[in-house]
């Protein structure tokens, strides 16, 4: 009875295993089937994607141009051809990513004729300014804390359209230090987004606007920082010339200039209102002239996005994100930066590594996470496109396992010159060991590359981790790889053209790349950051 039972329990667990086999997809790969789409990329097609990106056509690839969009539709079309779904903006292939920096060219401001000092008497964000011609105000209206709300209002029944105004920052407060507005000690967004009263001030038509900074010490420490960095910031800027009145912050002492023999009247109907929360306008006389020339530059491109769905049900959601910048330098005059090697080559070879991939999936053999081949631009201004894409991501950071970079890996240096067949690796193990051991692996397996780690060390001067894609990634946290075949006296000239790469050399980089990514993105589990403070 016993053996009976046995045998049937051992039946029971046999089907229910057989079972769970035929629901869940075939998902270990071999290595055969690795080497099988690796054998995919080929010289003629690394040849055929960096002879249309490195092209006159394109001119340079510089983020912004014309030239980039073309590069950024050739990437597209092909991910297309591919068959890869479209996850970017608006249904397509891309992310659009926007930078913009705007500052003073000229701006300057006098009161009854004596000069004032910007960044010291008073301060202005170009952000919130449209360009403003030089005008002079001979009269300011005080309208209280400028507020339109249904629980106070400094706007109403009074006409404003053409007229300067001078108001606080903050809102009313009663003696017990409630807000007129909130009837609590909660402060509206009156106080906390002042850019709120510049809209407003729009609305009703008022010229510009002169904020009294109680704060002004403080605040104009803050403003100094903002107003003189030359920084690029996420976004097309604030387009003050839609949303905002002209506006200047001031400090007392530039008011006390302004008002002048009016001060007592001044003081008079400012402590009314504080203490009644009542406002009666009172026009000021003045003569003050302010006149403010804005520079703006802006940066508009594309990040263009080859998702390859994984297919394993319990991994699929999980991410390794394969990055190439495809941006050069574009056109100085006639001269054509091309690019080939800068990066040109990376941006093939990642192509061909899509390609590898969706063939994969197509034949049933897909990996089990998903892979992005993510083309970014912007790199030669500061690695613009991969920091846009890890503060705005289109797959969450958290599921995203790895990064692997791309960036020049189709010519030699002068270190090299007697064996091509080497590679620099860079920041494998500044985060993960086992990322470190997967690639030292792959190369010893498949494609017996010399891997030189001359630039990963952390006393490197050149500090090439710092400096291209992948760091963005290392910065959230998440390990990453560069491949990189260091630099040559065609780097950053017109001279980085196709006739000087090295296919065969560039063919195995791709293929090594390649076996990385597929192992990262098959393997039972997720690689494990393991180093302490390695970013």
């Known amino acids: 009875m016993k053996e009976r039972l046995w045998t049937l329990a051992c039946c029971i667990l046999s ?51 014309e030239g980039q969009r073309k590069a950024a539709q050739y990437i597209a079309d092909y991910f297309e051809s591919l068959g890869l779904p479209k996850k970017g903006d608006d249904n397509s292939y891309f992310q659009r990513i926007a930078f913009i920096n705007e500052s003073w060219r000229n701006i300057s401001m006098s009161v009854e004729g004596e000069n004032l000092k910007h960044l010291w008497d008073y301060y202005a964000y170009p952000s919130t300014n449209a360009s403003m011609e030089e005008k002079t105000i001979n009269e300011l209206i005080f309208l209280g804390y400028g507020i339109d709300d249904e629980n106070y209002s400094d706007y109403k029944k009074r006409d404003v359209a053409g007229k300067a105004i001078l108001i606080y920052t903050g809102e009313p407060m009663d003696k017990k230090g409630r807000s007129r507005l909130t009837k609590s000690e909660e402060l509206s967004e009156w106080t906390t987004n002042w850019r709120k009263k510049l809209m407003v001030a729009r609305q009703k038509g008022v010229s510009h606007v002169f904020v009294i900074d109680r704060n002004f010490k403080e605040n104009v420490a803050l403003a100094r920082r903002e107003i003189l960095s030359r920084a690029l910031q996420f976004g097309e800027g604030e387009k003050a010339e839609q949303n905002y009145v002209a506006n200047t912050h ?69 991410l390794v994100v394969v990055t190439a910048h495809y941006d050069h330098l574009g056109k100085r005059g006639d001269d054509v930066y091309n690019g080939a090697d800068d990066n040109g080559s990376g941006s093939s070879s990642i192509l061909e590594l899509a390609e590898a991939f969706a063939m994969a999936k197509k034949s049933g053999k897909g990996p089990r996470r998903s892979v992005l081949a993510l083309l970014v ?32 890996v189709g010519r030699v240096d002068e270190k090299h010159t007697a064996d091509p067949n080497y590679i620099y690796v860079i920041g494998s193990n500044r985060l993960s060991t086992e990322l470190h051991d997967i690639n030292e692996q792959a190369n010893n397996e498949h494609t017996q590359l010399e891997l030189d780690y001359t630039y990963n060390a952390e006393s490197d001067p050149n500090r090439y981790y710092y400096r291209s894609d992948h760091y963005n990634f290392a910065e959230k946290g998440i390990p990453a790889i560069f491949y990189f075949n260091g630099t040559h006296e065609d780097y950053h000239r017109t001279s980085d053209t196709i006739e000087k790469i090295n296919f065969e050399k560039m063919q195995k980089i791709a293929k090594l790349v390649f076996y990385t990514t597929w192992e990262l993105a098959n393997r039972d589990k997720r690689i494990e950051v393991d180093v302490v403070g390695g970013k």
């Open 377 to 408: 631009s912007g790199e030669e201004k500061g690695l613009l496109g991969s920091e846009y894409y890890v503060e705005h991501p289109v797959f969450p950071l958290d599921n995203t396992i790895a990064n692997v970079n791309v960036d020049m």
């Open 15 to 65: 089907y229910g295993l057989l079972v769970a086999q035929a629901e869940k997809p075939k998902t270990q790969l071999t290595t055969a089937e690795a080497v099988e789409f690796a054998e995919t990329i080929e010289i003629d097609d690394l040849k055929k994607h960096l002879s249309k990106l490195s092209s006159d056509e394109f001119e340079g690839r510089e983020t912004g141009t």
């Open 250 to 318: 001031i400090s007392s002492n530039v008011v006390e200039q302004i008002i002048g023999s009016n001060k007592d009247a001044f003081i008079k109907v400012r402590d009314k209102m504080e203490k009644k929360g009542k406002l009666k306008p009172l026009t000021i006389p003045c003569n003050l002239t302010i006149v403010g020339e804005k520079r703006v530059r802006s940066l508009v491109g594309e990040n263009v996005l080859g998702y390859v769905e994984g297919v394993d049900p319990d991994l699929k959601e999980e």
